[in-house]
Every structure is written in C-alpha cells, then in structure tokens.
C-alpha cells in the first residue's frame, strides 16, 4: 500500500503561481511514476503531468511551459509547481502513484490516489 497527501492548494489570482506537494508513505517511492491529475467540476479526471522513477518527465499540452513536476525520493514527496496560472486552471487537484510504466498518461493505470488538493484561479 502507498498513501499519498496533497498539499499546497488555494486561491490565487490569474497569473499567479503555486506549488503543490504530495507526500507519500508505505512501499518504496522511487519504484514508482508519480503523475498529477485535475479534475474541474462536471469533468472528467484529466492528466496533467508524470514523472519517472528516473526523473523523466512529461505534461500534458495544456501546462506545458508553465507547470513543472518533480521530485524528491529521499523524502518521498513530488512537487507541482505551478506558473502563469489560468482560470481554466481551477479544479481539484490529485497525485497517484503507478507501478506500470514510466510515461503513465491514464487514469486505470494509476494503483494509488490521494484525496485531492483544491486549487482555485480568479480572473
């Protein structure tokens, strides 16, 4: 089992920036890809970014160039740092962790979520 715990979320202005972590504990962090997803309300769960044991990483198109993902395996926490946010950036937040690959862009192939982090941008 991992358990994972976001933080970091909040009110921000457009164009403002925030950092969020997620912190995990159980079975050994390194042996697994950490993505980020969001979920706007209405919506379906969507990918934001993934992050490799190795530290390759990968976004999706809508952040690219303003979100960062990383990592810190001696203390098992990922980070997503988040920059020139939008309001279309507005949903809650969840990491999860996958066992299945490196480059892990679905949500079914994630085996352990956390329970959300709300990030809210005003216009």
């Known amino acids: 089992q991992v358990q994972l715990v976001e933080s970091g979320g909040g009110l921000v202005q457009a164009g403002g920036s925030l950092r969020l972590s997620c912190a995990a504990s159980g079975r050994t962090f390194s042996n697994y890809a950490m993505g980020w997803f969001r979920q706007a309300p209405g919506k379906e769960r969507e990918f934001v970014a993934v992050?490799?044991?190795?530290?390759?990483?990968y976004y999706a198109d809508s952040v690219k160039g303003r979100f960062t993902i990383s990592r810190d395996n001696a203390k098992n926490t990922v980070y997503l740092q988040m920059n020139s946010l939008k309001p279309e950036d507005t949903a809650v937040y969840y990491c999860?962790?996958?066992?299945?690959?490196?480059?892990?862009?679905?949500?079914?192939?994630?085996?352990?979520w956390g329970q959300g982090t709300q990030v809210t941008v005003s216009s």
């Open positions: 999860a962790a996958s066992s299945r690959g490196a480059r892990v862009t679905v949500t079914s192939l994630y085996d352990y």
């Open positions: 992050i490799a044991w190795s530290g390759n990483t």
